[in-house]
């Protein structure tokens, strides 16, 4: 029994100790092999595609560039500079993995002792404190997995990071992890950290700096010097004593580092901030063409047109400009005046508007009551129904009855509503400068004040140009209609006929007076309206907007008379860009805001640098009028064709025929940029030499004031109570444009015009711009001849004297340009008394040309002088026999259009036309008004678009305002 006993507690012994224990020890591999091979086969169900570096295309900043490499501009949504590991030092590369992975290149993707460490000390600690991810696991996570904290993820992450380091390597994983990894304030790799921290490259960075940057991968936030840099400073020195401890640096570097003083970034301008208006406007292009996507993801580098030193003196002169505007309107709540009696016609008209408070609202002044303690109040009306107050602590004598007030809503007294006057306004401006040459936009401002650059008005806003858009109406009619710089028109009342009945249209002159007989330039520098109508009602509608076209106009022009004042709405962009045509000689270049963009790879997108060359059968030349080219046919036959020595841009050929510019005569480089020939270079010539006139002698005249050259030209506008004010001007190097005025439609100040609100911020611009470059002259270009011609200056003074003027033609048709408009015919013009013929001009040939009825008198008295002899002077020293018949060339009863008639035989050639319509004879008997035109047959669909003609002398009246 007692063997028995010890055998049983020998058997529980061995089976407890022994046999137990060893099949557990052999069950529990097996258990875990199984369980970790279910795991595996469970969990690599599904497991994202290792992908080649090749494809590796991280989101990084897409970077502008101004024109002398300045950063102007970067965007992103992760910031991120990818940089190659060869430009990565390699104490940065160390302190890295020094501070996240020691054995980065002995293991294969995962550091078991560093994960079993890990377990260790959080099971110690209780908590999660450590983790043991290898450089690989997180590059894993990052580039193939997500962030979320599951065992689901972590268990992928085990599975592939060998995976990832078998396929990649671990150069290139050391590549991936060194430009994705966040280091906090918005830094996405290590580039993108160095110069965020000390504003400098990677390449730069001592061991101390990399030391610290590679701190902040355990917490970006917590760690960040801008926040805390004590804290910063703790976790920067945990990493070189890593970096020691490892070998990676000796004792002496670590105290050495550990001791050396951190420069950190200071507060910088962004690269935005340099240029918002024109960083602004280049962000919208590249959205607008390549995508939100590539902007902010791909990487994209955008080589841009600006000059910042252009950019910073176009905002200065704008600045100063609207200041001394401002410093000279104390009262511009005052929107306008209207006389007392059409108040109620007016309240009639304008609905009941809800108030709101800090509205602006206008009101018209209907009593100013002054009172005895020295205040006054201002009964102003808003409509029938809504009556308001104003009321100030002192007499101001500025306001009257009659005025239209801009008002803010306050607040009710007693039901009645209270206002206070928007005598504040926020004054605007734009200015838009482009390099004539290459159509490279220099500098675009597109408000007063750079906080406003989301809404630029020299791109987005369409304001109407006044005056300034005359240019265009003048270039059709010189180019297409026989007009020359000494053509006259006769600036009087005139009234044009709508097509409705009783429906009529009378323009005005700015301050309403008239001139009388003008030559073409004078109405042009003088900018006259009523000049400017009768020109265009002679040209026509579809000519004009048609060059608009070709000018580079895209916005919608209105079809009718009141064209010709500038009351359809365009962009300053845009009429800036039209009036480069002209020094351009005819050419329009299409203006870019970038030169290059490259992707990422250094792969050009878009290439604007080189201006293509048009063919020379897209560059046209003038075209006589319908009722001349038979005679220009003869005439032609007298000129031997010349090769162009035109020096516009965009220019490779001899001038060709006349012709329609086509599209395809329109010319596009790599960038799809369009190069067209918009005017001959002849017409573009004569045009500039007018506009020349504009800043010499006429409205522009002020700019000497600012700029004392010879080789500007410009025109300004002004709109109805000044509520646009513009001037655009040129030399031959530059075309700049501005535009001054408020967001909402009211006056920009008493007295303002386009002279004396925009004209000044122009000539400060310029100045600077031109100030070290010598002056030169607009290029002839061939078959110009300078011409002495008899015309009127529009000096009242002196009696309407004709006087000798030399002016540029078109060499071929010289001799067949209009003496005066179609809409003056010679008994108009016979009925302005003081007409002096000056010598051999009342002799000979003119004398025989008189209409019937008129007799010659002597230079005292009053001698008519008629208009349409068809050649504008006799050469000095000649007197020629009337011209004989040309056989070849009849001219219908009473035509207006007398012109020379050349001696030489018919030509066998004739000159290609453009379709022009025939005007209408005059009635022979001269004491009838001219007939009206029949219905425009320019168009091919619809009733004609614009008004009958006739001139009329009205009764007296006040005088109105109309664009200058």
Known sequence: MKLLGKNRAAKFVFTVFFLIPLVVAIQIPIFAAGAALGTYLVFSQNLPDIPTLQSYEPRTVSTFYADDGTVIGIFYKQKRFVVELEQIPPHVILAFLAAEDSRFYEHSGIDWYSVGRAIVRNISAGRITQGGSTITMQVTRNFLLSRE???????????????????????????????????GEGCH??????????????????????????????????????????????????VLGRMAKFGFLTEEQRKKALEEPLKFRKEVVRPFDVVPDFAEAVRRYIVRKYGEERLYNEGLKVFTTCRVDYQKQAFEALEKGLQEIRGRQKNLAIVRTIPKEQISELLQRRSTPELHEGNVYQGVVTRVIVHKTKNMDLEVWLSKKLRGMVRL???????????????????????????????????????????????????????????????????????????????????AAIEEKSYSPATIIIDEPTEFELENPGEEWE???????????????????????????????????????????????????????????????????????????????????EPVLVKRIEDRFGNVLEENSEVPLLDESAIPRPVPREEFREQAALLDSRFDSRPSQITGPGVGGKQPAAGEIKEEDTVRNSGGRKVVAALSPQTAYVMTSLLQGGVRHGTGARISNYVKRKDLAGKTGTTNNAEDTWFIGFNPDYTTGVWVGFDEKRPVGNREEGARAALPIWGYFMRKVLENRPEREFPVPPDITFKEMLTFTGNVSEGFTPKVVREPVYSPFSDLTLVTSPLDPPERLAEYRGIVIPGQYGQGAYLQMLPPGVQQTQPTGATPLHPMDGRNLFPEGSRPAPPAPNPGFQAPPGNPYQPVRPTAPPAQSVLPQRQQESMPPTQANPNLPPQRRPDDSRTSAGPRSYPTYQPFTPAPRSPVSNPQ
């Open 149 to 183: 904290r599951t065992f689901s993820r972590k268990i992928r992450e085990f599975i592939l990071a060998p995976q990832l380091e078998a396929a990649w390597g671990k150069k290139k994983i050391l590549y991936v992890y060194l430009n994705e990894i966040y280091l």
């Open 507 to 589: 323009p005005r002159n700015a301050g309403g007076d008239f001139l009388g007989p003008l030559s073409l330039r004078r109405a042009l520098e003088l900018s006259r309206n009523i000049c400017t109508a009768k020109i265009l009602f002679d040209v026509g509608l579809d000519p004009v907007i048609d060059l608009a076209r070709r000018m580079g106009i895209t916005a919608d022009l209105g079809r009718n008379l009141s064209l010709s004042l500038g009351t359809s709405e365009v962009s300053l962009f845009e009429l800036t860009s039209a009036y480069t045509v002209f020094p351009n000689s005819g050419v329009h270049l």
């Open 189 to 238: 790799g290590v580039e993108a950290a160095a110069r965020g921290y000390f504003d400098k490259p990677v390449e730069h960075l001592t061991v101390s700096e990399a030391a610290l940057i590679a701190g902040l991968v355990a917490s970006p936030s917590r760690y960040n010097p801008f926040k805390s840099e004590e804290l910063a400073r703790q976790r920067q020195a945990t």
């Open 393 to 475: 602590d002192h007499v101001n004598q500025a306001f009257k009855v009659g005025q239209v007030l801009a008002l803010k809503f306050d607040k009710f007294a007693d039901d009645v509503p209270l206002f206070l006057l928007d005598n504040d306004p926020k004054l605007q401006g734009a200015l838009v400068c482009i390099e004539n040459k290459t159509g490279f936009v220099r500098a675009l401002v597109g408000g007063a004040s750079m906080e406003q650059f989301k809404f630029n008005r020299a791109t987005q806003a369409k304001r109407q140009p006044g005056s300034s858009f005359k240019p265009l109406i003048y270039s």
